[in-house]
T-cell receptor
Framework: SQQGEEDPQALSIQEGENATMNCSYK?????LQWYRQNSGRGLVHLIL?????REKHSGRLRVTLDTSKKSSSLLITASRAADTASYFC??????????FGAGTTVTVRA | DSGVTQTPKHLITATGQRVTLRCSPR?????VYWYQQSLDQGLQFLIQ???????AKGNILERFSAQQFPDLHSELNLSSLELGDSALYFC?????????????FGDGTRLSIL
């Protein structure tokens, strides 16, 4: 079963715009990770945020975590065509197994 | 390039058959994970090995088995294949087994059952 649920399912934006996607989960976590998957490829790790962190940045990526609401958001700033991909959040519970959401498909139009 | 190698890239076989998927982890990584990705189920964790021993089990069917060898490569064996086993199978690796471990994914093996 999937613990994380991303929203929206799909997102289409113009190059240069920001893209925001959200992830909600059900049970308490140790960490939350975001991954990117380009069509036909494996997942690429983007960022890991620990349960005691509220915000983390990596390049054009900004991740927030609100454990009280059991939710996280991923913001991609100044999007590029190369950002076109599916984005997944993954949570780990006490058993340390990663549980992935269904993903948000982002299309960046030139 | 993640450094994780999966072979073969594509596999086409028939129902009832048995196949073996192979994974070489990133150099230095001791943990190997197997995932199944399908349109209806999404990305499902199957099993994890750490330094040759089974560490965690997920939604892995009894018809499926895996092992990690002394050189740390891993194999996923799928037997008595059914149409519903058609999916992308990913291997991932990480340095260790615990939390705080980013996983590095291979490009997967696409299994098609006819």
């Amino acid at each position: 079963s999937q613990q994380g649920e991303e929203d929206p399912q799909a997102l289409s934006i113009q190059e240069g715009e920001n893209a925001t996607m959200n992830c909600s989960y059900k049970t308490s976590i140790n960490n939350l990770q975001w991954y990117r998957q380009n069509s036909g490829r494996g997942l690429v790790h983007l960022i890991l945020i620990r349960s005691n962190e509220r915000e983390k940045h990596s390049g054009r990526l900004r991740v927030t975590l609100d454990t009280s609401k059991k939710s996280s958001s991923l913001l991609i700033t100044a999007s590029r065509a190369a950002d076109t991909a599916s984005y997944f959040c993954a949570t780990d519970g006490n058993d340390y197994k990663l549980s992935f959401g269904a993903g948000t498909t982002v299309t960046v139009r030139a | 390039d993640s450094g994780v190698t999966q072979t073969p890239k594509h596999l086409i076989t028939a129902t009832g058959q048995r196949v073996t998927l192979r994974c070489s982890p990133r150099s230095g990584d001791l943990s190997v994970y197997w995932y199944q990705q399908s349109l209806d189920q999404g990305l499902q964790f199957l099993i994890q090995y750490y330094n040759g021993e089974e560490r965690a089990k997920g939604n892995i069917l009894e018809r499926f088995s895996a092992q990690q060898f002394p050189d740390l490569h891993s194999e996923l064996n799928l037997s008595s294949l059914e149409l519903g086993d058609s999916a992308l199978y990913f291997c991932a690796s990480s340095v260790s087994w615990g939390p705080n471990q980013p996983q590095h994914f291979g490009d997967g093996t696409r299994l098609s059952i006819l």
